[in-house]
């Protein structure tokens, strides 16, 4: 399977065309706060792809970018 499935997986839009995947997901209105470890994303609670956040998150932790030696 290729990396950029991962996080997908097990969603509405696994096999979702890109453009669609730009519109329903990136084009959200979020508050972003970055510290020195975290990034915290705050949604409405009106966001009605939450779930689908939470999920597409959960996918990506299982596989992560990079994985420190040892």
């Known amino acids: 399977m290729a990396c950029v499935g991962w996080g997908l997986t097990g ?15 990136l084009k ?4 972003l706060r970055l510290t020195a470890r975290k990034v915290w994303l705050s949604f409405s609670e009106a966001y ?20 420190p030696p040892g």
Do not use: C, E, M, V
């Open 11 to 25: 969603t509405a839009f696994a096999k979702a065309q890109s453009t669609t995947i730009r519109l329903k997901r």
């Open 28 to 31: 959200i209105g979020a508050r």
């Open 48 to 67: 009605p792809y939450a779930s689908d956040i939470a999920q597409i998150l959960a996918n990506l932790k299982q596989h992560p970018a990079w994985s």
